[in-house]
């Protein structure tokens, strides 16, 4: 199956500071890529995706870039507030099944 | 208003019990997975129903079996449960899973399963 490593596990940062989040994925057959945000004992929820036939997408305070090439997607956040805290993970759809990365972290500090 | 309901949302229970967790979307989606979260939060597919037929089955032990009794529920027995069954378990539901753009999604609460 779909291999996805993410990186880092853990991110703190300054409020209004930026956050950046890689993914990694296998199959170069690959061609939707979302990413899912976990508050603290919630359901995961899409915040945003992107697919193959576009390098870059915006919302906002969030972006998702994808190299298919280097088969690498990063989601960046801007201007980071205390409800970005949660965990992140990024996914990838492969023989119609999303594999997700292990996940981030994230702690914006006040 | 509830797009992705699960109940129950907590269960106890003792090793060598037999459990359901049930789910329902009123969403109109074709298709409904469950998910299996562990205690370092890796979220990992176990099923997968398109118009109640199964169309993905992960490497899951066979105490687990999915039934889906019609395309808005997809409801997952759990037979002889172990202390390693202890996670939380997600169901989910998306648009027909095979179309283009219609990947997206959208997941329940969530129930969380204790065996001790």
């Known amino acids: 199956g779909e291999n996805v490593e993410q990186h880092p596990s853990t991110l703190s940062v300054q409020e209004g500071d930026s956050a950046v989040i890689k993914c990694t994925y296998s199959?170069?057959?690959?061609?939707?890529f979302p990413w899912y945000k976990q508050e603290l004992g919630k359901r995961p929820q899409l915040i945003i995706d992107i697919r193959s036939n576009v390098g870059e997408k915006k919302d906002q305070r969030i972006a998702v870039t994808l190299n298919k090439t280097a088969k690498h997607f990063s989601l960046h956040i801007t201007e980071t507030q205390p409800e970005d805290s949660a965990v992140y993970f990024c996914a990838v759809i492969n023989d119609y099944k999303l594999s997700f990365g292990a996940g981030t972290t994230v702690t914006v500090r006040a | 208003d509830t797009a992705v309901s699960q109940t129950p949302k907590y269960l106890v229970t003792q090793m060598g019990n037999d459990k359901s967790i049930k789910c329902e979307q009123n969403l109109g989606h074709d298709t409904m997975y469950w998910y299996k979260q562990d205690s370092k939060k890796f979220l990992k597919i176990m099923f997968s129903y398109n118009n109640k037929e199964l169309i993905i089955n992960e490497t899951v032990p066979n105490r687990f079996s999915p039934k889906s009794p019609d395309k808005a529920h997809l409801n997952l027995h759990i037979n002889s449960l172990e202390l390693g069954d202890s996670a939380v378990y997600f169901c989910?539901?998306?648009?027909?899973?095979?179309?283009?753009?219609?990947?997206?999604?959208?997941f329940g609460p969530g129930t969380r399963l204790t065996v001790t």
């Open positions: 989910a539901s998306s648009q027909e899973y095979s179309s283009e753009p219609h990947y997206e999604q959208y």
């Open positions: 199959d170069s057959a690959s061609n939707y």
